[in-house]
């Protein structure tokens, strides 16, 4: 197996996917935003004053909006016109925030590259939003958790 987007001459290239039939296909990522107690139940509760938002809400937009942009950040990615873009927020524990995005498109190339930057601005918009109160916030195990159709399903376990 060889690079997609290294050619024979062993430069940067863009994959060709014109010949490829368009399919649905989605992809969802998640990641951990450890901020500890304290912060997380301020933040639960709405009571950090910000003048961005609503720490929540705020992260779930710049998400969505990364996912939209995801060709302007990674060179190389195909510009996709995204169907549907979701991205959660929930407590994941009694320290942590659980953010996941989820990317569909019917197209050509799969949408993993907007899942995980969905689910990654939407954790850094969090540590944006919260780090006058700490620094001591961890974004952690960002990840592809499943893809599907393309040529190879992915589920992880």
């Not at 939209?68 to 990674?74: C, S």
């Not at 927020?89 to 989820?102: F, N, Y």
Request: contains cysteine.
């Amino acid at each position: 197996m060889s690079f997609t987007h290294i050619n024979a001459a062993g430069q940067p290239t863009m994959v060709d996917v014109g010949p490829k039939a368009p399919t649905r296909r989605l992809a969802r990522a998640h990641c951990r935003v450890v901020l500890g107690p304290e912060l997380l139940s301020r933040v639960q509760a709405g009571e950090l004053p910000t003048h961005k938002g609503p720490v929540i809400q705020t992260a779930i937009l710049a998400g969505i909006m990364g996912a939209k942009k995801t060709a302007d950040l990674i060179p190389l990615c195909h510009p996709l016109g995204l169907d549907d873009c979701r991205v959660s927020i929930e407590p994941d524990g009694p320290d942590a925030l659980r953010v996941e995005c989820t990317a569909v498109v019917t197209g050509r190339t799969g949408v993993e590259m907007e899942a995980l930057t969905g689910a990654s601005v939407a954790a850094l918009t969090i540590y944006d939003m919260c780090k006058a109160f700490s620094h001591d916030i961890t974004i952690t195990g960002v990840q592809l958790v499943e893809k599907t159709g393309g040529k190879r399903d992915f589920l992880r376990s």
